[in-house]
């Protein structure tokens, strides 16, 4: 796997790093303690393609060089170099061997059985997943029921697989082992923890 990185057509990160990754983290931390709530972030970040705005963002903030990355764009593609510079994670060959994965065509999700759920004595050392959609509808959907959520939340996620949701009902069912998503679309930001039970 090369490290050698293109400089030329390298895009910055944040405006203001410090500033912009704190923003963010807390900006995460809401979504996760509101699963289904659609968070809007303000990035002010160029992304290198096919990225968006909320994905790159959320990459310089949770992405540094103890979490191992796999991710389904070529390991040649700017997107690699971007994060290899900005991030410094390092690439893994298999889903099962990342900390973080990200996915950027929703549509493309490998069954969520392929990534780390975890094990019994350790289930906080599960994969998370960072998936590019194309949208969110709120208020229509799916229900979505758990910790964070009063009485339920409706939520359609624009771009995914059909077989996703069989895939998060097995995921739930194994708690407190699973992994957790985070969905990305333009700006904004949506969590599911694997607390999270999805109905139709």
């Not at 203001?16 to 923003?23: A, C, E, I, M, T």
């Not at 094990?119 to 964070?148: K, M, N, W, Y």
């Not at 771009?159 to 957790?180: A, C, E, K, S, T």
């Amino acid at each position: 796997m090369t490290n050698a990185v293109n400089m030329s057509n390298l895009l910055p990160g944040f405006p203001d790093p410090v500033l912009g990754s704190q923003n963010t983290f807390r900006q995460v931390l809401d979504a996760m303690a509101h699963p289904g709530r659609v968070i809007h972030l303000d990035t002010g970040i160029q992304s290198p393609r096919p990225l968006r705005g909320a994905t790159t963002a959320v990459c310089l903030t949770l992405l540094d060089f103890e979490t191992p990355l796999w991710m389904d764009l070529d390991e040649k593609s700017d997107v690699s170099g971007w994060l290899r510079f900005h991030c410094g994670c390092p690439l893994v060959d298999s889903p099962f061997d990342a900390t973080f994965a990200l996915i950027s065509r929703g549509y493309g999700v490998p069954t969520l059985d392929q990534f780390n759920a975890g094990q019994d004595e350790f289930p906080e050392q599960s994969a998370t997943l960072i998936i590019q959609v194309s949208g969110f509808t709120s208020g229509s959907g799916r229900r979505l029921r758990g910790p964070g959520i009063e009485t339920f939340e409706r939520l359609e996620v624009h771009g995914l697989p059909d077989n996703f949701w069989m895939g998060w009902h097995l995921n739930q069912r194994i708690y407190p082992l699973g992994v957790d998503v985070l969905f990305t679309a333009s700006s904004t930001l949506v969590a599911l923890p694997r607390t999270t039970a999805v109905e139709e």
